[in-house]
């Protein structure tokens, strides 16, 4: 056994090399293939052929790592002065709440860590191959370099393999390159630099043979093959944290700071005032607890968890949290081309025959559509029309299946497109097959670049139809049909003009001619056809841009949101399809993989910033784009299919899989999936998560007042060596029901008719922004007021500090459910209803007001709640008046609704 049989070495580039150096190199014969003992050993020295990810961190330390969030730290430190205080039931629901969170965050960090498993999943296959010169079927796993495999129509790759022979053989490689088109492979070997989309001469793991036969020798398995590097960059690319996430961080580190800050300067000056330090303890602990928003991390949870809902009705399946409000601050979404923003099914949409140019509608396999002339309907099809189709629909192996009026392919997608355009002529294909029965066939070969068919008629003479490339046909023509079916002089320029004007639209365009001969061809040969054909015309095709996806990125544009093409597809194809979409209000800037590889850092990193679209890429150019723009503060989110969109899909803030023709490797790395595979699901996932993040807002906003207020009132009282006017357990009461009647109906507001007007939330910008910090220091401001005057005045009218107090917890509470009146569109819609009887009632506050009353009634007259929380039943004018104390909220939170706005 030779050196490179080795896993250590580096191996060869195979697809530049014969097929004979090839099978030296792995010490097999290109007959009979390996013999079974030496299979046995290279399986012991290599392994199975499955692609196993590095071990990641066991469950409970997933589970522990859940806690490591600074919002955690402070709820947790509130679980605990609770139970210093002996206050088991609400130190228990803290703990409790925190618990839930960090479960919800381990299951959906579980979810991701499929992603490798699921790699492993999808190349899971059997396979024929010779070995000891017969031939068998084994399990894909059992595969060893040096094994000569077997392929055929339909088969699933099963390792990279170096072909020797092969017979009309195509592969559909768009999973692992993104190439919209199946590949004709051949078996010549090719320069050392050809890119991996343009490797003819190789076979790659997880790739899908569409048609002809072939034989290939193994020469890498598992990790080693290009969906196993693919795997491997999955796992070292780094895990990346959302906006929400990172705010969240920064601002929880700093309002914890604060707290034991001012907590210190509670107990400083506390102390002096107080004979005891357990009182003055107490007291500082009251701030704290006052001070500490515990119900925010679950508020922010069940905000995300809402967005999540709405998103699954608009065919955006969330699995990550986070990622909804990552949708809301989005500034580049990286799109792939083929069934994304296309339909990914060739059309036919120009026809050049008899020196006349048709224009064919209709979009996709349905043969629902016609030829234009002019823009009109053709009256009658003229002889070259009618030759020019005819030979796309003979001379072609693929044909279409109709179930419940959906179409589907069987064969090679161009050759469908052929067939659906004489359709929409009105030529029907098992007409012209009984007219016109095949007698022969030349398959295509891309060393020839065209296929040709023999075909019996009803004179004496056999017909050719052939059909390929503009080059390959133009050559071998002296004549063409023109309009009247008279043989006419052939104009070589005037034809390779109208070529390049498809071209220019992106379009693909094949060739057609026909030459009869009096007698058949025994076998039909290529010498038969290497002159005297007569040219017949030209169809021009392109996978069509989806509607729906053109009106979502006028969407995202007006939102302030780049879309940047990124394809394994031709960059003139792309960049046609860009045009069309209007990706760029300019023409639209293109680069290949090839001129990304040979760019510097600072110049890849421009290009990745003014590049509109991206062709021919490799994976590692997928991912190297998606990080330099991250790199320049841009917050990306990626759509994607196949395996080789993998890696960008995780690396990026918001990897977007597609949902039905997705690889379940794509849909395991991304954050989001499309179930409808939809463009246009994008635009409303961004509305939705834009809604969520200004609902995550007014949460902040609503709560943030309400631990100020309690505060700022300790600490107040302190400094005025004045009695608490509310207790520690009062405050965890406030605190409670808040975060749970008043606070969660923020989560299902609606969203606001103009958030698809604003540009994108700058990730850099904090949560509580100057804007926002003013409207919690005015609001906790107003509260500090209102409690000190509701709770002095009992004190100083009623002399009961257990009613005070009481009154002061009512008044609290007043405050904050005018505040939530104030902030959200209930009012506004209840006035809207009385205009437009369809108008929806955004009816949660109501039922949020309504809950907290329930609470709060119990909390005043229950016997129960009374010993528990130190409170007395208070009479109905003593509860009047917390409530007109309250009152001026209202009209100081339309003040700043107006000259200072949350959004």
């Known amino acids: 056994m030779t050196t490179t049989l080795t896993k250590d070495s580096n191996p060869p580039q195979w697809h530049s090399l014969p097929a004979t150096e090839a099978a030296q190199l792995l010490d097999t014969n290109l007959q009979t293939g390996l013999s079974i003992a030496d299979a046995d050993r290279r399986h012991a020295q290599f392994g199975a052929n499955q692609l196993v990810g590095k071990a990641g961190k066991s469950a409970w330390l997933r589970f522990v790592l859940q806690f490591n969030q600074p919002l955690l730290?402070?709820?947790?430190?509130?679980?605990?002065?609770?139970?210093?205080?002996?206050?088991?039931v609400d130190s228990s629901v803290i703990f409790g709440v925190t618990i839930i969170n960090a479960i919800i965050g381990f299951v959906q960090e579980s979810q991701a860590e499929g992603a490798i498993a699921a790699l492993a999943k999808s190349v899971t296959t059997e396979t024929t191959l010779i070995r000891d010169g017969k031939t068998r079927k084994i399990p894909a796993e059992q595969l060893v370099p040096g094994d000569l495999v077997q392929l055929a129509a339909g088969d699933k790759i099963p390792a990279d393999l170096r072909l020797i022979a092969v017979n009309n053989l195509t592969v559909d490689e768009s999973g692992l390159t993104g190439e919209s088109m199946p590949i004709q492979k051949n078996t010549t070997p090719l320069a050392a630099t050809t890119t991996l989309a343009e490797r003819t001469s190789m076979a790659y793991m997880g790739s899908l043979v569409t048609s002809g036969q072939g034989q290939g020798l193994v020469v890498a398995i598992a990790t080693a093959t290009e969906t196993g590097r693919i795997s491997q960059l999955m796992e070292q690319s780094t895990d990346v944290e959302t906006p929400i996430t990172r705010k969240l961080g920064k601002f929880s580190k700093n309002l914890l700071y604060i707290?034991?800050?001012?907590?210190?300067?509670?107990?400083?000056?506390?102390?002096?005032?107080?004979?005891?330090?357990?009182?003055?303890?107490?007291?500082?602990?009251?701030?704290?607890?006052?001070?500490?928003?515990?119900?925010?991390?679950?508020?922010?949870?069940?905000?995300?968890?809402i967005g999540v809902s709405r998103l699954a009705k608009r065919n955006a399946i969330v699995r990550k949290l986070a990622a909804v409000e990552t949708l809301g601050s989005t500034t580049v979404i990286c799109s792939d081309k083929t069934g994304t923003l296309t339909e990914n099914q060739m059309t036919v949409q120009a026809i050049y025959a008899g020196d006349r140019d048709y224009t064919v509608t209709g979009v996709g396999y349905a043969p629902d559509g016609e030829v234009l002339l002019a823009d009109r309907p053709i009256v009658q099809t003229t002889p070259a029309?009618?030759?020019?189709?005819?030979?796309?629909?003979?001379?072609?192996?693929?044909?279409?299946?109709?179930?419940?009026?959906?179409?589907?392919?069987?064969?090679?997608?161009?050759?469908?497109?052929?067939?659906?355009?004489?359709?929409k002529a009105g030529l029907n294909r098992q007409d012209s097959d009984s007219q016109l029965p095949r007698i022969d066939t030349i398959p295509f070969e891309s060393a020839f670049q065209y296929m040709a068919t023999l075909h019996q008629t009803n004179s004496t003479e056999l017909l050719i139809y052939v059909k390929g490339s503009i080059e390959s046909i133009l050559q071998r023509c002296d004549r063409l049909?023109?309009?009247?079916?008279?043989?006419?002089?052939?104009?070589?320029?005037?034809?390779?003009?109208?070529?390049?004007e498809m071209a220019q639209q992106g379009l693909r365009v094949l060739a057609f001619a026909s030459k009869s001969v009096p007698t058949a061809p025994q076998p039909l040969a290529?010498?038969?056809?290497?002159?005297?054909?007569?040219?017949?015309?030209l169809q021009g095709m392109l996978d069509p841009p989806r509607p729906a996806a053109i009106k979502a990125i006028r969407v995202c544009q007006a939102a302030g949101i780049q879309v940047k093409m990124i394809t394994g597809d031709h960059i003139l194809t792309a960049t046609a399809i860009a045009r069309m979409m209007q990706l760029s209000q300019s023409e639209p800037e293109s680069h290949t993989g090839q001129a990304l590889s040979q760019m510097d850092a600072r110049k890849f990193a421009q290009?990745?910033?003014?590049?509109?679209?991206?062709?021919?890429?490799?994976?590692?150019?997928?991912?190297?784009?998606?990080?330099?723009?991250?790199?320049?503060?841009?917050?990306?989110?990626?759509?994607?299919?196949?395996?080789?969109?993998?890696p960008a899909l995780k690396q990026a803030d918001l990897g977007i899989a597609m949902g039905i023709t997705g690889t379940e490797v794509a849909k395991e790395a991304a954050a989001m999936i499309l179930a409808d595979d939809n463009f246009a699901s994008i635009a409303a996932a961004v509305e939705e998560g834009r809604t969520v993040y200004q609902n995550l807002l007014r949460a902040i906003a609503f709560a943030l007042p309400v631990n100020g207020g309690e505060g700022l009132t300790i600490l107040v009282s302190v400094l005025l060596g004045r009695v608490l006017p509310i207790l520690p357990l009062q405050i965890l009461w406030i605190n409670m029901v808040s975060a749970t009647a008043l606070t969660v109906p923020l989560a299902f507001e609606p969203k606001s008719k103009d958030v698809m007007k604003l540009p994108p939330r700058n990730p850099n910008e904090p949560l509580?922004?100057?804007?926002?910090?003013?409207?919690?220091?005015?609001?906790?401001?107003?509260?500090?007021?209102?409690?000190?005057?509701?709770f002095e005045w009992a004190q100083q009218t009623i002399g009961n500090i257990a009613v005070a107090r009481t009154m002061a917890v009512n008044t609290l509470i007043s405050a904050e459910a005018f505040y939530l009146l104030s902030i959200t569109q209930f009012v506004p819609s209840l006035f809207a209803r009385l205009r437009d009887r369809h108008h929806q009632i955004a009816y949660m506050p109501a039922i949020g007001i309504i809950a907290i009353l329930a609470l709060q009634w119990l909390f005043v007259e229950w016997s129960v709640m009374n010993q528990l929380f130190q409170t007395v039943p208070l009479s109905f004018d003593r509860a009047l008046i917390s409530v007109v104390v309250s009152l001026p909220i209202v009209i100081i939170v339309k003040l700043l609704n107006r000259f200072d706005p949350i959004e």
């Open 526 to 537: 290529h010498s038969d056809i290497e002159q005297g054909l007569v040219f017949l015309g």
């Open 385 to 423: 029309l009618i030759q020019c189709l005819t030979a796309g629909q003979s001379c072609n192996d693929s044909h279409l299946q109709s179930q419940a009026g959906q179409y589907t392919i069987v064969g090679d997608p161009t050759e469908a497109a052929l067939i659906v355009s004489a359709q």
């Open 607 to 646: 290009a990745a910033y003014t590049g509109v679209v991206f062709a021919r890429v490799a994976p590692e150019q997928k991912l190297r784009l998606v990080e330099a723009l991250q790199a320049q503060g841009a917050i990306v989110a990626m759509t994607g299919d196949g395996v080789n969109d993998a």
């Open 73 to 88: 730290y402070i709820l947790l430190a509130a679980g605990v002065v609770t139970a210093l205080l002996e206050e088991w």
């Open 259 to 305: 707290i034991l800050g001012l907590a210190v300067l509670n107990f400083i000056v506390a102390l002096p005032q107080n004979e005891s330090w357990v009182e003055v303890f107490t007291t500082t602990v009251a701030f704290a607890v006052a001070a500490i928003p515990e119900g925010l991390p679950a508020i922010v949870t069940i905000t995300l968890a």
């Open 481 to 500: 049909l023109d309009d009247r079916g008279q043989f006419a002089t052939l104009d070589r320029a005037r034809i390779e003009r109208k070529v390049d």
């Open 768 to 790: 509580l922004t100057p804007r926002l910090l003013r409207r919690i220091a005015i609001i906790s401001l107003f509260n500090v007021i209102a409690v000190l005057v509701s």
